[in-house]
């Protein structure tokens, strides 16, 4: 499975932006995705997922109410749609795939930067 994140770029603070994860396999194969994101001289942390059964979705708190994530799988294509944006959302954002329950993240995509001026 290869993914590609793209949408990237720089935004002001309160604005949006959408990323997209393009999958070089059906999306609906895969059980999970998700987005991680890793801030300058920070670990990488969960942003947020969604499975492939009944497209439930998961959130960090740090996110939640502004960040929506959706699958396209017409599209075999994995959304994050990010609004009103903090300084602190500045990040370099991966997508990532779970193929099966019992697993982990086993496939990561190259990351996209998100930068958000204050």
């Known amino acids: 499975v290869q993914l590609q994140a793209s949408g990237g770029g720089l935004v002001q603070a309160g604005g949006s932006l959408r990323l997209s994860c393009a999958a070089s396999?059906?999306?609906?194969?895969?059980?999970?995705m998700g987005w991680f994101r890793q801030a300058p001289g920070k670990e990488r942390e969960f942003v947020g997922s969604?499975?492939?059964?009944?497209?439930?979705?998961y959130y960090a708190d740090s996110v939640k109410g502004r960040f929506t994530i959706s699958r396209d799988n017409a599209e075999n294509t994995l959304y994050l749609q990010m609004n009103s944006l903090k300084p602190e959302d500045t990040a370099v954002y991966y997508c990532?795939?779970?193929?099966?329950?019992?697993?982990?993240?086993?496939?990561w995509g190259r990351g996209t930067l998100v930068t958000v001026s204050s």
């Open positions: 990532a795939a779970q193929s099966d329950p019992f697993g982990n993240w086993n496939y």
């Open positions: 396999v059906r999306t609906s194969s895969i059980y999970r």
């Open positions: 969604i499975t492939r059964s009944v497209g439930s979705t």
